[in-house]
């Protein structure tokens, strides 16, 4: 069988995480402690001219800066290498590999630069660099692009091509296809490499499948350790060292990386982890830049399959690995063409709640404390009875609002018991329903407060949703408002920290807020913070 090369590339994709500002003295230990592991090639970071020297960072504006941060290593591994993302280090900035620290540069490029950055891959062959040619995003390429790269390989026979699927959209069989391609038709003098990383949580199985893959060149597989790097992460490195021991004859000492882990790695993680997340997940599973999760995640408007059906609709699909924000927007502004017309919904609420009074119960503490004032409010008045964000136990309700997830999660068995099973549902857009559609659908952007630092106050949400339903009277019980000193709920489960005079703030705002809705009559049935002191427990707004 053909060599095979473990690449740890901890100090270079390990930076993402951290602006590649690792400390000097952790930047060496790490080094070395990769350097006794056995690991066959070290890339220690990136070289881009664009960024000053710091000896406390891996990203390097030159060839000399390795040597300043490397060279009072005593042991070094077969071989060193950095990375360049091209264009973004000049050659002027690279001095002849026996003058470097450097034994190989590795050049990542997307496709539609192909031809440059070969050409460049040429330069630095010239200067006597092992390069090393990274395919970025290889599930961008089609079979007949692959063969247009190849050609170019061919042509300049670098030290290795590697497919970098940047993204984590590969699973094994996905993998294994554009391997073959490479493996047919590479020259035999090239070696053939492979990045994961972890979106779908394949990256390890992927290198396992590279590894076992019968070939005809040699190959680098890139591991970091405990997975360190950009978004998901990558395979584990003491997970791949440990598997090629025991399945490919290697000697490599797993202590050494188990150590670096402990000493260095896991202060990273501890202040900004990284690995399988829903974020990543939504960017691979729909093929698409995580940037354009980022964008949708900041709308206030979508639920996480909201947001996953809008992501596969990105349009054009030769734009989903390359962001654009004019695509995004107009993804978006699609969106919200399409959605909810709340409009209908509110006048049909609108019919349903005519010459009604609405009593709305919340979650505070005196809806059980006053709670024989809510009873005879409910016996004298006959009004319709809404809750927010959660089922009373005590009370009979017609309507449950729900705002927010969690939430919603927690009501689940409440809705499910005889008695409650016809409570109807009026839900934000952001509220995706176990069973059934609820009753009533409201976009939830526009019921947002403005420039506040809480802003979907769920009270005040549903208040919006009355007044556009032309609701005239609504009385309120456990509307308790908000407390730094004592309990907020009822329930304690519901309750949550607030900064520092934050309940004071929040109180004075809904107050205010509730002297703008000057087409209701609101009235408070048990006591709460939102009404001035000297007022009594019954004054209304």
Aim: glycine residues 4%; proline residues 4%.
């Amino acid at each position: 069988m053909n060599e095979i090369r473990l690449l740890d590339c901890t100090l270079r994709d390990g930076g993402y995480v951290n602006d590649w500002e690792f400390g000097h003295s952790t930047i060496t230990s790490i080094f070395e402690r990769v350097v006794d592991s056995g690991a066959e090639i070290i890339e220690i970071g990136f070289l881009d001219d664009r960024r000053p020297f710091d000896i406390n960072r891996t990203i390097m504006p030159d060839t000399k800066s390795v040597q300043d941060i490397f060279g009072h290593c005593v042991k070094r591994p077969p071989m060193v290498v950095g990375m360049i993302d091209y264009s973004t280090c000049k050659l002027e900035n690279i001095q002849p590999c026996e003058e470097s620290y450097l034994d190989g540069i590795r050049v990542i490029f997307k496709k539609h630069i192909m031809h440059e950055a070969m050409e460049y891959c040429a330069q630095l062959k010239k200067l006597g660099y092992k390069v090393f040619s990274q395919l970025v995003s290889i599930t961008s390429y089609s079979d007949e692009e692959m063969m247009e790269l190849i050609g170019l390989v061919n042509e300049i026979e670098p030290f290795a091509v590697s497919m970098v699927d940047t993204y984590g959209l590969l699973d094994p069989n996905y993998m294994l296809h554009y391997y073959e391609i490479l493996d047919d038709n590479v020259k035999p003098s090239v070696q053939i490499g492979f990045h994961s990383h972890n979106n779908f949580q394949l990256a390890y199985a992927n290198d396992l499948a590279f590894l076992h893959k019968e070939r005809k060149h040699d190959i680098v597989v890139d591991a970091t350790l405990f997975g360190m790097g950009k978004s998901a992460g990558n395979a584990p490195m003491e997970l791949v060292a440990m598997y090629m021991n025991e399945h490919f004859d290697k000697e490599y000492k797993i202590n050494p990386m188990l150590e670096a882990i402990e000493e260095s790695v896991m202060d990273f993680f501890e202040i900004s982890p990284w690995g399988y997340k829903m974020f990543y997940y939504l960017s691979a599973a729909n093929k698409c830049h995580p940037s354009y999760v980022s964008y949708f995640l900041k709308k206030d408007n979508l639920s996480i399959s909201q947001m996953n059906n809008l992501l596969s609709q990105v349009e054009p699909e030769v734009k989903k690995l390359m962001y654009d924000q004019k695509v995004a927007e107009q993804s978006y502004a699609d969106y919200l063409a399409n959605c909810t017309d709340d409009e209908s919904m509110a006048a049909e609420l609108g019919k349903r709640l005519k010459d009604r009074n609405v009593l709305i119960i919340g979650p505070g503490k005196n809806i059980q404390l006053q709670s024989i004032k809510v009873h005879d409010y409910i016996k004298n008045e006959n009004p319709i009875v809404i809750s927010i964000n959660y089922i009373p136990g005590a009370f009979d309700v017609d309507y449950v609002f729900t705002t927010n997830r969690k939430r919603y999660e927690q009501m689940a068995d409440a809705l499910h018991e005889v008695k409650n099973r016809n409570v109807k549902i009026i839900a934000t857009s952001n509220i995706d329903c176990v069973n059934n559609a609820p009753e009533f659908s409201f976009n939830r952007e526009p019921l947002l407060e403005k420039n506040e630092e809480i802003k979907d106050n769920s009270f005040l949400m549903l208040l919006k949703v009355l007044n556009r339903a032309g609701v005239l009277n609504v009385a309120c019980a456990g509307l308790d408002g908000y407390s730094n000193k004592e309990d907020n709920y009822y329930n304690p489960s519901m309750e949550y920290s607030f900064v520092k005079n934050a309940a004071y703030y929040l109180n004075n705002h809904i107050k205010n807020v509730l002297l703008d809705f000057s087409n209701i009559n609101i009235n408070f049935v048990t006591y709460s913070h939102y009404l001035d002191q000297e007022d009594s427990n019954d004054a209304a707004f």
